[in-house]
Nanobody, 125 residues
Framework: QLQASGGGLVQAGGSLRLSCTAS????????MGWFRQAPGKEREIVAA????????DYAGSVKGRFATSRDNAENTVYLQMNKLKPEDTAVYYC????????????????????WGQGTQVTVSS
């Protein structure tokens, strides 16, 4: 089970930090991903992070503004979002992939077996 939190309403240029806490699996053996879906658009990858947190990847649209990290002792993955833009408005989902091996990540939604409920992020201009 994945529980995401931290969404909200923020002005353009502001920051938010999303958290996603996992239970029921060995968190340290899960590759994790953040996805988002805006109204009328397909779900897209935002960031992905490997088991140990050393390998990360970001969508081009958020690179340099967003950062993902994880605390395996707390079973939690984070998405720090800075310099937010109105186009970042979406429902953000965390997802877990237990089939990807150590040191690898996946940017395909189809690879993720478990999904959180989503948290709304709204950026006003």
């Amino acid at each position: 089970q994945l529980q995401a939190s931290g969404g909200g309403l923020v002005q353009a240029g502001g920051s938010l930090r999303l958290s996603c806490t996992a239970s029921g699996r060995t968190f340290s053996r899960l590759a994790m991903g953040w996805f988002r879906q805006a109204p009328g658009k397909e779900r897209e990858i935002v960031a992905a992070i490997s088991w140990g947190g050393k390998v990360k990847d970001y969508a081009g649209s958020v690179k340099g503004r967003f950062a993902t990290s994880r605390d395996n002792a707390e079973n939690t993955v984070y998405l720090q979002m800075n310099k937010l833009k109105p186009e970042d408005t979406a429902v953000y989902y965390c997802a877990a992939d237990e089939s990807t091996v150590s040191g690898a990540i996946s940017t395909s939604a189809a690879r993720y077996e478990y999904w959180g409920q989503g948290t709304q992020v709204t950026v006003s201009s």
